[in-house]
């Protein structure tokens, strides 16, 4: 028991400077970014470099989260075009019998 709670601590701590790491590493590319944007900023091309810059810093998710986004965001219209279709029909429907 003591062997396995000495391993999930380890891991812990394992995963805990992974996590320290890349944020380090999330804020040297931060800070880096931001002295390139400044200094192009002044330059005609500067907006378009500025740009790239500040794409660089975005978190990009991964294929398995776009798929998941994707499906939950088709799901919601399928769901609210269906809910705006009902209303309108019965909305139809009851104006048609009070215009008749």
Do not use: Q
């Not at 390139?36 to 002044?42: D, E, G, P, V």
């Not at 500040?54 to 398995?64: A, G, N, Q």
């Not at 809910?83 to 048609?96: E, R």
């Amino acid at each position: 028991m003591a062997d396995v709670d000495a391993k999930a601590a380890k891991n812990k701590d394992e995963k805990g400077k992974g996590e320290k790491r890349a944020e380090a590493r999330r804020a040297e590319v931060k800070k880096t970014a931001d002295k390139l944007a400044k200094k192009n900023a002044a330059k005609p091309t500067g907006f378009f470099k500025s740009v790239s810059i500040e794409l660089k810093k975005v978190h990009w998710p991964d294929k398995e989260k776009v798929v998941k986004y994707t499906g939950v965001v088709f799901g919601v219209v399928v769901v609210l075009g269906a809910v705006i279709w009902v209303l309108d029909t019965a909305f139809s429907g009851v104006l048609s019998l009070i215009v008749g």
